[in-house]
């Protein structure tokens, strides 16, 4: 024990004879440090500590063998001043008070070393021993004071400390005596004056009491699959023996014994792979839980593939195993112990695998699902692909080209352009599209590459650097265009499929506009001008990625409309309007509430379908506008007029009853629009006959074939709005 002082050479120089008693022995252990100048109530502690341990003198039982060891007491600094004043024994009362009225304090505080040197003089180690420490300050030259006492109760037979604290306050000292005590099994007290000193004193001097009669106490012995694996709870094989033999190829998960105090010795035995572990333990006064360690138990299993595979590519795996649920086959690196690529077993055997993606030495692995352990391995390289990329001399920005390739092509594997040395496409196309394939240019002029790569992993196993051209774009139109209205626009540009002309505003976003074109519908080409004026772009954009290649400027101008119609009308009549205006294709009139958005409608007419237009009056009598809509984005409301719809009575008179399957004559007075209908209906149905009212008044109108309650009813044509209705019973 590298951490022990030799015992002082006065100790070992004693007889033999004088250290064995038959009584019960101690030692105290003073506290001869500076320390103990310092005063209580004016009084030197080591002045206190000499009274009651006289006084201790005279009380202590006569059966108490003890002895007195001091340390500090001689010389200054000196962590080796320890020494043993009085060897145990039946008559040395007197020697121990003579000898601690002689200690005149200097030195450190070696108490570590001074109740080891106790220890010693006491035959600890084949002897029951205790010392009495009184000590009044913090240990100042073992750094671990809790190793040694640990250290001197696992080495000792039935070893104590008791430790007295004589006017302690510093947390680290009292933490100090507390392990010490602790550890061994003493008690630690703590004393503040000559009278506290005096009662710990004689309370840790006092005869223990007798030992209790030895109680077994429960130990569960396990095992577990490998170091700290699952314990296991299938059967094994236990051997346990202490004095005698307990258990003898015993089957069982685990042990459960009751077991008296001692040394024993267990083994196991796993039937399935014959692996074996043993341990001895000691066994005190409280349960205890004793744990073995078998080698992780791996089910056997095979695993079979080529020597070498290009990086990439799939393989054939032969295996043998337990196939449990989820277990797989892996390639592996060895190196970090993470698989790449796998396949489930439940594929069946042989199945196939992809190899890693870059080239290198990897492993083949059967891993079990459970715990993810490997049970067999076999090496494999994974050797180098290679690609080639070839694509026309002259590449310009946007156009669609050939490009020639050899590589692996497997499934998932394209061809990208990127910007030199990035990973990111700009444009790419599969290589399962044949070679040559197809693949678009950048839109923007510049230096990039052609990138080979392998869809696992995204991994590139190519790049070959190109250059593409710019493109002469240009656009020719009018300066100025009117609301509404087509421009006419010449384009310059490749015409790519999906390249359009837009109209936009100057500070709006460049891939945002109002109105646009696609270049296919022509060059020349319209594009429809936005129907607030204001100052406008017209733009060509490329549609690959929505950039801008050209730009001009067109000022949008306000254009007026005019708008007439009758004042007044009927609900559901019919008017005549005539405007003036710009005439858009989709430009209409439309009669609405004063109130409602520009781009709402009701009943309308394109302006394209002449000058004087036709439109129907609305159902509901009241406030109206007439106006005339330019179909610009947004709508714009050009030109309004007021109209008043007027309502309009209607009667009707008709017998009260009719025979069912008769007919008979209605007068009624009303809209008489020609789509108006008179018709009969009960609650169930609007109507079942009708009659237009265009038929004049009188008319003849239908009765229903079934008796019962109707009603004979007006509708308007418009909305089908119901005006006025009689009752008729049908008998």
């Avoid at 145990?88 to 109740?115: C, E, H, L, Q």
């Avoid at 050899?406 to 044949?434: F, L, N, Q």
């Avoid at 379908?609 to 506008?625: F, I, K, R, W």
């Amino acid at each position: 024990m590298t951490f022990l002082r030799a015992t002082t050479a006065a100790i070992c120089l004693l007889p033999t004879s004088l250290l064995a008693q038959d009584n019960p022995a101690a030692i105290v252990v003073m506290d001869g440090s500076g320390s103990m100048w310092g005063q209580i109530e004016g009084v030197a502690k080591i002045t206190i500590a000499q009274q009651v341990m006289g006084e201790l003198m005279t009380s202590l039982p006569a059966d108490l063998d003890l002895g007195l060891t001091v340390y500090g007491h001689r010389r200054k600094g000196d962590c080796s001043d320890i020494e043993t004043v009085v060897l145990p024994g039946p008559d040395t009362r007197a020697a121990i008070t003579s000898a601690v009225n002689g200690i005149s304090p200097k030195g450190k505080t070696p108490m570590a070393d001074a109740v080891v040197a106790a220890a010693k003089a006491l035959r600890h180690t084949e002897e029951a021993a205790t010392v009495i420490l009184v000590s009044d300050g913090i240990e100042t030259c073992v750094p671990d004071v809790c190793a040694v006492a640990k250290e001197l109760e696992a080495t000792g037979v039935d070893f104590t400390a008791h430790v007295v604290g004589f006017d302690v306050t510093d947390p680290e000292a009292l933490a100090q005596f507390q392990c010490m005590a602790e550890a061994t099994g003493g008690k630690f007290l703590a004393a503040a004056n000559a009278d506290e000193l005096g009662n710990a004193l004689t309370e840790v001097a006092a005869a223990p009491p007798p030992e209790p009669e030895p109680q077994p106490v429960q130990v569960t012995i396990v095992a577990t699959d490998g170091k700290n694996g699952p314990v296991i709870n299938t059967p094994l094989i236990w051997d346990l023996t202490g004095d005698a033999a307990i258990h003898d190829d015993h089957s069982a998960a685990s042990l459960k014994e009751q077991l008296l105090e001692g040394e024993y010795t267990v083994s196991v035995l796993r039937p399935e792979d014959e692996a074996t572990a043993e341990m001895r333990f000691g066994v005190g006064s409280v349960d205890k839980r004793v744990v073995l360690e078998l080698p992780e138990f791996k089910p056997p299993a095979t695993v079979s593939g080529p020597q070498s595979a290009p990086a990439g590519s799939m393989i054939t795996v032969d295996w043998t195993g337990p196939n449990a649920q989820d277990d797989f086959i892996a390639t592996v690196d060895p190196a970090t112990n993470k698989w790449i690529t796998y396949n489930y077993t439940r594929e069946g055997s042989p199945l196939t695998l992809q190899m890693p993606p870059e080239p290198g030495t990897f492993e083949l692995r059967y891993i079990l699902s459970d715990g993810r352990k490997p049970l067999a391995s076999q090496p494999i390289t994974a050797t180098e692909v290679t690609a080639t990329l070839s694509a026309p001399d002259e590449l310009v920005a946007g156009a669609t080209v050939p490009v020639d390739w050899t590589g692996p092509d497997y499934k998932g594997d394209y061809v990208s352009v990127t910007k030199p040395g990035d990973e990111k496409w700009i444009t790419y196309t599969y290589t399962r599209e044949g070679s040559p394939l197809m693949l678009q240019m950048p839109g923007e002029p510049g230096n990039y590459e052609l990138v080979y790569t392998m869809s696992q992993d995204r991994t590139v196993i190519h790049r070959e650097p190109i250059s593409v051209a710019a493109l002469a774009y240009g656009l020719k139109a009018d300066a100025t265009a009117n609301a509404g209205a087509k421009l006419s626009v010449t384009w310059t540009g490749p015409g790519y499929d999906g390249d359009y002309i837009t109209v936009a505003g100057t500070d709006t976003a460049d891939d945002k506009y109002v109105n646009y074109t696609y270049t296919r519908d022509g060059n020349p080409l319209n594009v429809v001008m936005p129907g607030d004026p204001g100052q406008y772009e017209i733009r060509y954009v490329l549609g690959q990625d929505r950039s801008v290649q050209a730009r001009t400027s067109v000022e949008v101008k306000a254009v007026g409309a005019t708008v007439t119609g009758p004042a007044t009308g009927p609900i559901g009549g019919a008017i005549t309007a005539s405007w003036t205006g710009p005439g858009g294709d989709g430009d209409y009139l439309t009669i609405v509430t004063p109130d409602a958005p520009d781009g709402d409608y009701g009943p309308y007419a394109y302006t394209r379908d002449g000058s004087d237009l036709t439109l129907n009056l609305p159902a509901n009598p009241g406030t109206y506008e007439l106006r005339y809509v330019a179909d610009t984005n947004p709508m714009k409301v050009l030109a309004r007029a007021q109209l008043t719809v007027e309502d309009v009575p209607v009667t009707i008179t008709a017998p009260a009853s009719a025979t069912a399957g008769s007919s008979i004559e209605i007068t009624w007075t009303g809209p008489g629009h020609p789509r108006d209908y008179l018709a009969v209906g009960n609650a169930n149905s609007e109507y079942i006959t009708y009659t237009y009212a265009e038929q004049g008044a009188p008319l003849s109108l239908a009765v229903p074939e079934e008796p019962g309650d109707y009603e004979i009813r007006y509708f308007l044509d418009v909305d089908n709005k119901l005006l006025a209705s009689v009752p008729l019973k049908v008998e």
